[in-house]
């Protein structure tokens, strides 16, 4: 489906637009698609998986057997089976010392059962020991045999959008500037270090929705509904702007530390918010350069279709975002033309990692940073819901 097609949806006026006079409600942490504005939280149970029983490109057996195969009766064909077996068991051995695995003997079976009860261990291992375990799958490429395994990070399809307008709320609380500088700094180092993606920066998605919604709005012309949500957009566009540059300002980072070495909470709400500090500082800390998308791929196991992309594509760019708020009737209308726009798509970038195991130098990388900053976004979205 066309892009710009589908983000027409803020112009329909009959069913794609929440009244005014509606009482909004008050929206939890983050917001997951395909839901009413509830409050909800990521949900970390894996979908179920569908895999083919059908060969696939590359050779991708999807680590499964049929119950039957026939014999390999010519010299050729034993030649092959037994060069797939070396290469599997030489690429298992690779796996297993990487992640510290106890494998179960099975080369007393026959092939290729010996295989597939091989990869029926390393699976139930893995499930186990692995947070984000994905799969492993069985490859044959340019003739070698070799195993990867996926980790992906599950965002459970969940709107990570972290509001603006509370931050500027709680700068006007008496008593609550240092709590205040400390989220600037936080709120700065999503920005540039993780470069999360600021709602008033023209290109961003969120940047092109809130425009939608102003458009449609501003041509009902001044009826009460009009004026109350056009009253909501102009301030989401000033404050916005202006929580911005205090954003922007690269001194949040150079007094991190400073700020939260000298803060002294005096009630659970600034312990709350010191915590948040805290662990942005640690990541911040171990992960000094690294950005948020920096691993965002589509999951492997689904088949793709060349001229579907990258409209088809939910990017992580569309669930990840700063944004004006999260309570009112501007968010109640933002997340459902969100929700009914990104159902239209039929894929979903997240963070994956996957690793090769056709040599001995397999890449030690993992999905710490994603674990650690989701929960951190979850934190802060929770935390500036109180303003």
């Not at 077996?85 to 290729?112: C, I, M, N, V």
């Not at 009253?231 to 001194?251: F, P, Q, R, T």
């Not at 004006?324 to 209308?333: P, V, W, Y």
């Not at 674990?371 to 109180?386: A, V």
Request: charged share 30%; glycine share 2%.
């Amino acid at each position: 489906m066309n892009y710009a097609t589908q983000n027409r949806i803020g112009y329909d006026k009959t069913s794609q637009r929440i009244e005014a006079k509606t009482t909004a409600q008050t929206v939890g942490r983050v917001r997951r698609l395909d839901e009413t504005p509830e409050r909800c939280r990521r949900n970390t149970k894996r979908p179920k998986k569908i895999s083919s029983d059908n060969n696939v490109t590359n050779a991708f057996l999807k680590c499964t057997f049929l119950p039957k195969l026939k014999e390999a009766k010519s010299l050729q064909a034993c030649q092959e089976s037994r060069t797939m077996e070396r290469d599997f068991y030489q690429s298992l051995s690779y796996l297993a010392t990487h992640y510290g695995l106890k494998l179960t003997s099975t080369t007393e079976f026959d092939f290729p059962y010996n295989m597939a009860l091989a990869i029926r261990d390393v699976h139930e291992q893995l499930k186990n020991k692995v947070t984000d375990w994905e799969e492993v799958r069985l490859i044959k490429n340019e003739g070698k045999v070799f195993l990867t395994n996926e980790e992906r990070y599950n965002t459970g399809a969940t709107l990570y959008y972290i509001p603006i307008l509370p931050l500027y709320r709680l700068s006007k609380i008496n008593g609550r500037e240092k709590t205040y500088h400390l989220l600037l700094s936080v709120c700065s180092y999503l920005y540039h270090i993780a470069d999360i993606p600021y709602y008033r920066q023209e290109g961003t998605y969120l940047y092109y929705m809130y425009e939608m919604l102003k458009e449609c709005f501003e041509e009902d012309g001044e009826t009460e509904d009009s004026v109350n949500i056009l009253a909501e957009i102009k301030d989401a566009e000033l404050v916005g702007d202006a929580m911005e540059k205090k954003i922007y300002n690269h001194k949040n980072l150079e007094f991190f530390e400073h700020r939260i070495n000298r803060f002294q909470p005096k009630d659970d709400l600034d312990k709350n918010c010191l915590k948040i500090a805290q662990m942005t500082f640690q990541i911040f800390t171990d992960y000094p350069n690294r950005k948020i998308f920096k691993n965002a791929q589509l999951n492997s196991s689904m088949e793709t279709d060349n001229d579907d992309e990258p409209e088809n594509i939910i990017t992580m760019d569309k669930y990840i975002s700063f944004c004006a708020d999260s309570k009112g009737i501007l968010f109640q209308n933002l997340f459902q033309n969100v929700n009914n726009e990104l159902q239209e798509y039929g894929q979903i970038e997240e963070p994956v990692i996957i690793k090769h195991f056709d040599d001995s130098r397999v890449n030690f990388n993992s999905l710490d940073f994603e674990n650690r900053i989701f929960n951190l976004m979850e934190e802060l979205i929770d935390f500036l819901n109180n303003f």
